[in-house]
């Protein structure tokens, strides 16, 4: 069978993501597999949930990133929620007392740099303003529950992590106006 | 300071009369008119298109008059010149594909026109520039919703690519308002590679042939409409963007996808996904005959064929070799969608059962015309419909893991091989003489060996093979099968592009 080649050779490429995912994953797995097992076997703290949930952060932000939607603002979003995670964690695992005042710190931190992303650039972040608009609203009732529930111990941060994304939820629907309820239409759509 | 040397078009500009020089202005001023895109860059590049293709007229010989004529702005419609505003949710059959991809590995599938003559990429350009707003679902980017994914209107520059790299690779849907779709040109060759949340192969071939009838515009062979060509400048119908698979008949029963597992080809997967690419170009006359000596379809006989071939290609003694063959159901139902509206169905053969084609022939037709009756697909329609209502609440981080797993395991072993047969293409006889031929080629699955797709243009069949290993086993004995019965196909393809 003679066959006359019409496809240009395949050009050279850099390494494929594919590629590093097959080669990472059985190192990952392995410390998957051995993390809850040393934890068990030395006892103490259960450090493996810290460093399991620290192995999924950089498997799902490095090794293995979205296939759809991969922009800043749901990058910047995805980092601030698993690093938020991450530091609770390590809060009621290993060393409690501090997350209470750092994580709404981290939070109004991560609104305020995707709020950047999404301000200076609305005509073509409007269509991926969804992470954003979940961080605001989770925000909010946090703070919220946190006033309600905790009224006598209302720290600062919480109070500045409500007022900025009350802030920016005010800011989005003023500018987006009608844009914003399509948006959240497009989102919810179950059809 | 150095002085910045003029550009080509400015070198051109400046040559040309005061009258002929206005005329381009005022092209231009017509062109920015209709081009507020809100990227500056994006309008650069669609001003710097339309520059090229008068650069390319004029080194042709055509007229400034005739070149503006062909070029006019009014091409552009609305489509530059508003917002993006439109969304489409997923159709039925469509919903599965985002959820079941992963790194490397997309249902992709891609059409191919072979020209007559070598393709000018500055038209090819302008012809997609143009093709596009009559195709609103394809100038879509996919998102992810909370409940599923959508396609969302993006409005960009679409930009033509030469074929450097492997066919059907993954397209990088990922970033803002990225294509689900790429157009190619490679010397003769005008190819769209489709992700198949887009459309299907009827669909894509309506946009194929919109885009090759456009392309022939402006190079000034005639205008060309009729045979699925669509008018550019005509405005989109609802019913070309719906989900037809509401149509379907009610039945009181409903298929299911589930099956057991198909016996595979032999041979190690490849680490480069297509490995290699074959067309057979066979008589299309001679191949209708064959089929016909043996009572069956083309479809028919060429199923008859891979299941020997696939006997060949494998070590295994026992078990089910299931092929799948996807089902056009605009055959059924009256739809002009150019989105997904397509069933499948799956043949199955013992392996014990496979000697030769004439002897298993017979079993193929009749499972055929049982399985893609309209009684079956209806019923497997309702299958998906029921299947996609029963899910529709459950979030999409929980959907996409469970469907990719499912469809790792299920789905894809169930079947050892695809033939998609996309029938006869016609195009209107002005159009057809600058045409070679076609093919159709299928992305690889998961596990499937091989993957086999066709299409008939004019007196030429072209059965195209997409490999994922290198073993030639199957790809040899269907060609001495083919050959044998007095087919001796022309085979072109690929070389191998890896193990």
Known sequence: MDIKIVYPARKKRKIQRDQIIKWAKWPIAAAVFACPVVNICVGGPAWSAVALFSIWIIWSLGISPDLVEYNRISQVIKLIVNASILLILIDVLLAPGWAADVVPIVCFGGLSAAGALFFTDIDRQKQNAMPLFALIIVSMVVSAAWIILWRDEVRWTVIVMGALAFAMLVACVAILGGGFFREIKKRFHTA | ?499
């Open chain 2, 1 to 499: 300071m150095k002085k910045r040397e003029p550009t080509a078009f400015e070198q051109y500009k400046s040559a040309l009369l005061e009258a002929q020089e206005k005329m381009i202005s005022d092209f231009f001023t017509k062109v920015g008119e209709h081009n507020a895109l809100r990227s500056k860059r994006e309008r650069r590049r669609i001003c710097a298109d339309f520059e090229n293709a008068l650069l390319y007229y004029s080194s042709a010989g055509v007229n400034i008059e005739d070149a503006v004529k062909r070029l006019a702005p009014e091409n552009l419609g609305g489509f530059y010149a508003r917002p993006p505003a439109a969304w489409y949710a997923l159709d039925d059959a469509a919903k599965v594909y985002p959820l079941s991809m992963k790194h490397g590995t997309m249902a992709v599938f891609r059409l191919s026109v072979h020209l007559k003559k070598k393709v000018i990429p500055e038209l090819l350009q302008m012809a997609l520039t143009f093709t596009i707003k009559r195709f609103p679902s394809f100038a879509t980017a996919l998102k992810k919703g909370v409940f599923w994914h959508y396609l969302d209107a993006s409005k960009r520059r679409y930009a033509v690519e030469e074929e450097r790299d492997v066919p059907c690779r993954p397209l990088k849907i990922s970033r803002s308002g990225s294509p689900s779709f790429r157009v190619l040109y490679y010397e003769n060759r005008i190819s769209v590679e489709y992700f198949h949340v887009l459309t299907d192969g009827a669909g894509g071939t309506v946009f194929l042939k919109t885009l090759v009838a456009e392309y022939l515009r402006l190079l000034g062979e005639g205008e060309f409409k009729g045979d699925g060509i669509l008018d550019i400048n005509e405005a989109p119908r609802i019913s070309e963007t719906s989900n037809d698979f509401s149509m379907a008949d009610k039945t009181k029963n409903t298929s299911g996808f589930i099956d057991r597992p198909s016996l595979q080809l032999g041979g190690r997967l490849s680490d480069i996904k297509p490995c290699r690419i074959l067309h057979f170009k066979m008589d299309a006359k001679r191949l209708v005959m064959v089929a016909r000596e043996k009572n069956t379809t083309v479809t028919g006989y060429i199923l008859a064929l891979m299941f020997v071939a696939g006997k060949f290609a494998t070590d295994e003694m026992k078990g089910n070799m299931n092929i799948q063959v996807p089902v056009n159901m605009r055959k059924e139902y009256p739809s002009d969608t150019l989105r997904n509206f397509s069933m499948y169905c799956g043949i199955k053969l013992d392996l014990e059962d496979i000697a030769d084609a004439d002897s298993i022939v017979g079993e193929i037709s009749r499972q055929l015309s049982e399985k893609t009756s309209r009684q079956n697909m209806s019923e497997m329609m309702n299958g998906a419909k029921k299947l996609v209502a029963s899910v529709r609440y459950v979030p999409l981080f929980i959907k996409a893991p469970v469907a990719r797993i499912i469809y790792g395991f299920l789905g894809d072993k169930v079947f050892g091989n695809t033939l998609s047969n996309l029938g006869v293409v016609e195009f209107p006889e002005g159009l057809s003489k600058h045409i070679d031929s076609m093919d159709f080629v299928l992305a690889t699955a998961l596990t499937h060996r091989a993957s086999c797709a066709m299409v008939t243009f004019g007196d030429t069949a072209t059965l195209s093979i997409s490999k994922m290993t290198a073993d030639p086993s199957f790809e040899e004995k269907l060609f001495e099968l083919l050959y044998n019965d007095g087919l001796a196909p022309d085979v072109e393809g690929s070389e191998l592009y890896g193990y």
